[in-house]
């Protein structure tokens, strides 16, 4: 991305990546260039239904959040699957199929998660429904 195609400004996370540019035809034609250096080198092809051209205002949806000007969300399937899991892990506490030790775990994981976006009031919600859950 860097040496050969002088992309300036790319972000990558194991096999997802981003790529940012004011020109939408520059990015159409990386297209093709990226999928045939990952089909011939790495034997890899790229998502047909995971490769968009947005604008910034728009948002990019990249790991899990959603990064916008001036802000970071969480993706709402990200904020459904935290507490639809951990609601799940409350369960297997009460149950006693996990520790209190890896419910805490789990909830510190999550905050983490959470942490990196404009989520503070997701965070004390999370926190709530966890002293909640944990009474019922």
Known sequence: ???ELRVKYYARYTDDFVIVSENP???KSLIPKISGFLHARLALYLHPNKVFIRKYRQGIDFLGYVVIPNHIAVRTKTKRRIFRKFRAKVAGFRTETITKASLLGSLN???GVLS??????????LKNSFWFWMKE
């Open 1 to 3: 991305m860097k040496h």
């Open 25 to 27: 035809e520059y990015l």
């Open 109 to 111: 994981s999550y905050l």
């Open 116 to 125: 990196h976006a404009d989520a503070l009031e997701l965070a004390e919600e």
